[in-house]
């Protein structure tokens, strides 16, 4: 099945939500997403097959200085299909218009699969110590 992968649309809002659960992963919050969108509206990236539903989704953004995937989830039912690298592809190419010469992502070690998954895309581990603080 043919896959277009397009920028997010708000009338998307219930399929992404709905397969960030099916994928085990939480919902981020709708007023987090707009903020991002609000910056950077063009990688908010969502694959839709033929019948108009969304199969896989990647959310990155880009301060200026370095890109970030924060979130790559793709339909349970579909994985192992290439759904995922594709959006990374588009994703990267959008980034590299962009400017950005360097993307981040945190993948948890506790994440076998996750951590194969972007190596194979040629992401690298590196031994940075991570420091976060909620606000």
Known sequence: MTLHIRTFEWGDWDAVAGLWEAAGSSVLPRAEVEGTLGRTPELF??????????AGVVLGTYDGRRGFILRLAVDPGRRRQGIGRELVAALETRLRALGCPRINLF????????????QSMGYLPVPDVVHTKPL
Not at 45 to 54: E, K, T
Not at 107 to 118: H, K, M, Q, T
């Open 45 to 54: 990236l969502v694959a839709v097959d033929a019948n108009g539903v969304v």
């Open 107 to 118: 993948v948890l070690p506790d994440n076998p699969s996750g951590l194969r998954f972007w």
